[in-house]
Nanobody, 115 residues
Framework: QVQLVESGGGLVQPGGSLRLSCTAS????????LGWHRQAPGKERELVAR???????DYAASVKGRFIISRDNAKNTLDLQMNSLKPDDTAVYYC?????????WGQGTQVTVSS
């Protein structure tokens, strides 16, 4: 299994943007699905976005049109561009491998949206 490390979290005002990155310790070229989950305090972890090797994407309804997921197989990275952020987006964000079932997870990065 690859090891995953997230970066790019922080504090941002409502309406602002952040870009999260996830770096894998090995090649992600043959890993079919990659994605991001998030977990807010007191809530269950939820799928935010996922992407296949062919570039097919899927988003949670709450982030569709605001977030963009992308992967760079040459650099072994997975990114999540988050725009028009809302306080409800505040959570710890985790990257993972897998499409329908999830195997490797990163340690998470905190995103806080607040004025």
């Amino acid at each position: 299994q690859v090891q995953l490390v997230e970066s790019g979290g922080g504090l941002v005002q409502p309406g602002g943007s952040l870009r999260l990155s996830c770096t894998a310790s090995g090649s992600i070229f043959r890993i079919y699905g990659l994605g991001w989950h998030r977990q807010a305090p007191g809530k269950e972890r939820e799928l935010v976005a996922r992407i296949t090797t062919a570039g097919i994407t899927d988003y949670a309804a709450s982030v569709k049109g605001r977030f963009i997921i992308s992967r760079d197989n040459a650099k072994n990275t997975l990114d999540l561009q988050m725009n028009s952020l809302k306080p409800d987006d505040t959570a710890v964000y985790y990257c993972h491998t897998g499409w329908a079932s999830f195997t490797s997870w990163g340690q998470g990065t905190q995103v806080t949206v607040s004025s």
